[in-house]
């Protein structure tokens, strides 16, 4: 072996072991699987038979991004290593003039999931559904590239256009393609029902996205709204504290959220202002299994703060921070070091939120659960029933008759049986 060989391998090694060291964080000390110790002396072995039996000779620089790219990807699906280029391009802002395709996306068993297309932008008017798998983007294979890569492809300049094939349950893959835009997210819906219930869709929780919510909700109590339904479905992604104040104005006093960091330790805590406090009727949020982030700590308010129901489905879960730590060879590791929580401190995470009450919505029997998903090829619910030839996105046609919403109407029984005035939440 020679003297460079050597040093890169120690230099490799020195590199691995500080991850390794990372990487069980996430785990107590005393399962010897997460032990840094014998995780390192595994990878020093792997290296030894790379370096002296490979047939040829290795590129050791290569062999060290897959290293770490491989340890990041055993986290969570937010955490991702960075070439130094990628890292230069993140602490620039070079994408600020570049636009993407309205979508929230996460990364479930190596399948790169949309969790929800923003409601009337690009990726929605191309096709886009919640709960796709976007298995290639303009012909690069997503299972093989993170996250952070994944986002990055789709965005281009305004105007240009992405392919994407599509996996859905139940049929052969779809060849979409969406024209990048800069995405306008819809303000909220609100509207007054019979019995004094008003009804507010909310489609983002970005910035600024509370204060009209809440001149929705002022509008709907000035026409006699006296009961409520806070509709959360599909809402991914979004602002923790725009999520905080919306919360508020349903609950006006104790913790409403917590952020976490490592061994669960509370970083921070978001308090109720009585002030912000606008509605004091019965309540009934409404969340399924593309709510995700912002919408999650809304929801989990509710029941911990027994302020309401919370009808539908499980949550996807998300809602964590990274932060980007730079390496000696100018790449770098953008790490989750944050998680977003319940005010007892639960993080959505991987976990998401139980409904108080589970309606399932009969029209998505057969749409794609993240938790059915393995990774492999196998998987019944992205395997395509008429074969692999890909098709484009259906044509538009006469507009099909609209199921029964279930979940909403289970909600309105709810609100239907309290008196004004009374916010427990059913048994």
């Not at 391009?89 to 068993?109: C, F, N, P, T, W």
């Amino acid at each position: 072996m020679t003297f460079r060989s050597k040093f890169i391998l120690v230099v490799l090694s020195a590199a691995i072991a500080l991850y390794a060291i990372i990487g069980g964080w996430f785990a107590t000390r005393a399962q010897q699987g997460n032990d840094p110790g014998a995780q390192l002396r595994i990878f020093e072995s792997v290296l030894y038979h790379i370096q002296n039996d490979y047939v040829d000779e290795p590129d050791m620089s290569k062999v060290r991004a897959g290293a770490l790219r491989g340890l990041a990807y055993g986290l969570d699906p937010y955490s991702t290593y960075l070439t130094a280029e990628q890292v230069q391009r993140y602490r620039a802002g070079d994408d600020k003039e570049k636009v993407g395709i309205g979508v929230e996306l996460s990364q479930v068993a190596s399948w790169l999931y949309v969790i929800a297309p923003v409601k009337g932008g690009p990726a929605e008017q191309a096709g886009v559904r919640s709960g796709d798998i976007i298995e290639y983007i303009d012909g690069r294979a997503t299972r093989d590239i993170s996250l952070y890569e994944a986002q990055q492809l789709l965005k281009g300049a305004p105007g240009t256009e992405v392919k994407l094939r599509v996996l859905r349950a139940g049929s052969s893959p779809l060849q979409l393609t969406v024209k990048r835009s800069p995405v306008r997210v819809l303000v909220a819906e609100a509207r007054l029902e019979t019995g004094k219930i008003g009804i507010i869709k909310v489609n983002s929780l970005s910035e600024g996205e509370a204060a009209d919510i809440r001149a929705r909700l002022e509008d709907l109590v000035k026409q006699g709204a006296r009961k409520l339904v806070l509709d959360l479905r599909g809402v991914a992604g979004g602002s923790l504290t725009e999520a905080v104040r919306v919360a508020n104005y349903f609950i006006g006093d104790g913790t409403l959220a917590q952020t976490v960091g490592r061994n669960n330790r509370t970083l921070k805590t978001f308090q109720a202002d009585p002030q912000l406090k606008l509605f004091d009727g019965p309540a009934v949020v409404l969340i399924d299994r593309w709510t995700a982030g912002a919408a999650e700590v809304i929801a989990s308010a509710f029941i911990e703060r027994k302020r309401g129901d919370v009808v539908g489905e499980k949550s996807f879960g998300a809602g964590a921070e990274q932060e980007l730590f730079t390496l000696r060879g100018g790449d770098g590791l953008l790490l989750t070091t944050v998680k977003w929580a319940s005010s007892s401190g639960k993080p959505f995470l991987g976990a998401g939120v139980q409904p108080t009450v589970e309606v399932k919505r009969p029209e998505l029997a057969e749409a794609i659960d993240p938790d059915d998903l393995t990774g492999n090829d196998t998987d019944e619910v992205v395997r395509p029933q008429d074969g692999n030839r890909p098709q484009n996105a259906p044509e538009t046609g006469p507009a099909r008759p609209q199921p029964e919403d279930m979940q909403l109407k289970r909600a309105l029984e709810i609100l239907r049986a309290k008196p004004e005035g009374s916010a427990r939440p059913t048994a």
